[in-house]
């Protein structure tokens, strides 16, 4: 057995600053480490190899030298070899050029059964790389596991998504991500191979398309700054919090999307685009962030000069079909057929590789949900593609370009990203926009063929729902942490989320886990329950609009970090405080 795990080197995030001078990061002095995800993978992959009674695992990176000290890490966590790609034509690539280089060293490397990797790095936060190293490599894939078995070449994967575990049965070779992270320092000796671009192509030419800056559709315009200013008020009663936290979510609240579409933009007259977004969609009803999108499609069609169209995928559309239209849609178009009555990531991203393929939307966008972020970065590799994902920010530019803003570092960071490629592809984090007020309208509707279904080499075997969409869903969230005993009863309408000590204890499902190295959540008011506040916790909801604290301790960071803090015990301020907003 071989397993080839891809690993990066990361700078350490919370000692990332920004430079208002130069207007980008400081990295002098940074400490760099292996990306707790990549990590884990590692440690799974010796874990896989001892239970099969042998074999090899091998660490993969591509960096600069300095990329060797993570991959010492990867030999003592128990790597058997490392190999390094380290040549001036990788530097500067994206996610798809950095796929594309990693899939060509597995394949020199060759007679390879699974490829592991984490879902995403702490540095980027892309998500892009397991899916699109596998649309190169050809192979089937599988996206935030939680377990997994390996017994020859069969696979059993068990993964984590917003409604649950689904476990997943295939035949290797495959590329797997791993959902959980792990933290290591130490380092050992070990052989470590560097290859450079003439080992894994006959012929490297000058500005060759495949590495690098060239081979990249997706290039940086902008680095910012956008960490939010927190009062850090801090109370002993909710009597006297309560008044402050209403003034607060009063004066932050956001409007609805508009139906009104704005002027194209540029020339005119010129050739118009339109604006697609893929509807996702749960018990016939399209989720939030489908609609958030729906609304934010009017305002970048309207600068297009183009409509806004829904993409509705399943076996029973009905009930989406006529919500986007509600919504904002002015075109639907339909794939509805029985394979698609459940995500799966062969059949889905058939049918919308097909989709742009044939129909050429100019924009995609796409909610950064589990399922969005496996299923867009899989079609734009197949069609080599640029995409960006977990974007927080999305405009059009005069020459119609999509210009996408996503974060990084933990979010106090973002990257202002424009592709190069047509169709322009990006997922979204939900509750980045309002959806636009219902109206009565009859759809537009277009029915689609995707063509011949492939033969699938994935199959579900099970589901276990333990649905965590709510926390996208809902204007208030709960964050618990590890001190918190026992989970808090609360409304129907409150979500309620913890950090990863929290998750850890058993306290929530870890779908339910915020943070860095979990899922980031956007209500309009986050309560950060006995959370101490380490950056890694604070990450999780940066992008909340409100965040109020309640602890007993006033010298925990996140009484500084919030907006209004509560000293106190939970159980008392908690109900109180939710009952007086």
């Given amino acids: 057995m071989k397993i080839v795990c891809l690993v990066k080197q990361v700078p350490r995030a919370d000692a990332i600053e ?91 490397e060759g007679d390879v059964d699974l490829v592991l990797c984490g879902r ?160 996702e969609h749960v018990g016939g009803r399209p989720i939030r962030a489908s609609l958030e999108l729906l609304g934010k499609g009017r305002e970048l069609a309207g600068k297009l000069g183009g409509e806004n169209v829904a993409l509705v995928l399943g076996a029973d559309v009905a009930g989406p079909t006529r919500e986007s239209a509600r919504h904002g849609a002015e075109r639907v178009v339909v794939v509805e057929d029985e394979r698609l009555a459940d995500y799966h990531p062969e059949l889905w991203s058939h049918a919308v590789r097909a989709v742009v393929e044939q129909l050429r939307p100019h924009v995609l966008l796409i909610p950064a949900t589990a399922n969005g972020r496996d299923l867009g970065p899989r079609v734009a590799g197949e069609l080599e593609l640029g995409m960006t994902g977990d974007c927080v920010g999305l405009g059009i530019d005069r020459a119609g370009r999509l210009i996408q803003t996503k974060p990084a570092y933990g979010g106090n960071i973002v990257s202002v990203i424009m592709g190069s490629t047509t169709p322009q592809l990006a997922t979204v984090r939900p509750r980045m926009f309002e959806p636009l007020e219902p109206r009565e309208e009859e759809p537009h509707v277009e029915r689609f063929d995707p063509g011949d279904w492939p033969d699938s080499r994935l199959r579900q075997s099970q589901h276990r729902p333990a649905s965590a969409r709510d926390l996208d869903e809902a204007d208030v969230v709960v964050c618990v942490g590890a001190g918190v005993a026992e989970p808090p009863q609360l409304r129907d309408d409150v979500a309620l989320g913890g950090t990863r000590g929290a998750c850890e204890r058993g306290l929530l499902p870890r779908n339910r886990q915020i943070g860095l190295l979990g899922r980031q959540v956007a209500p309009r008011l986050l309560v950060a329950v006995g959370v101490h506040g380490d950056f890694e916790e604070l990450t999780g909801f940066v992008k909340a609009n409100v965040v109020a604290a309640v602890s007993a301790d006033r010298g925990d960071p996140v009484m500084s970090a919030a907006d209004v803090a509560v000293i106190g015990d939970w159980r008392e301020v908690l109900p109180e405080l939710l009952a007086a907003l």
């Fill in 18 to 108: 920004f430079d208002p001078e130069t207007k980008s990061l400081r990295r002098e002095g940074v400490p760099l480490l292996l990306n707790p995800f990549d990590a884990a993978a590692v440690a799974q992959a010796v874990a896989l190899k001892e239970r099969n009674g042998g074999g090899e695992v091998v660490a993969l990176t591509m960096g600069p030298p300095q990329a060797e000290t993570a991959l010492r890490t990867c030999i003592a966590l128990g790597a058997d070899r490392c190999i390094h790609l380290s040549d001036r034509v990788f530097a500067l690539a994206d996610t798809l050029g950095t796929s594309r280089t990693l899939a060509l060293a597995v394949e020199k």
């Fill in 120 to 279: 995403k790095t702490v540095d980027s936060e892309t998500w892009q790389v397991p899916p699109e190293a596998a649309a190169f490599l050809g192979w089937p894939h599988v996206t935030s596991v939680v377990e997994l078995e390996m017994k020859g070449s069969a696979i059993r994967a068990v993964r984590e998504t917003d409604d649950g575990l689904e476990t997943y049965e295939l035949t290797g070779p495959a590329v797997l991500s791993l959902a959980h992270a792990r933290e290591t320092a130490e380092s050992a000796a070990g052989p470590i191979e560097v290859w450079t671009a003439s080992d894994l192509v006959d012929e490297v030419h000058e500005n060759d398309k495949r590495f690098g800056q060239t081979g990249s559709p997706t290039r940086v315009l902008a680095v910012r700054d956008v960490t939010p200013e927190r009062g850090g008020d801090i109370f002993t009663s909710t009597e006297d919090a309560a008044p402050r936290l209403k003034a607060l979510l009063a004066e932050r609240r956001v409007d609805p999307s508009s139906w009104e579409k704005p002027e194209r933009l540029g020339e005119r007259p010129g050739k118009s685009y339109d604006c697609w977004t893929l509807v």
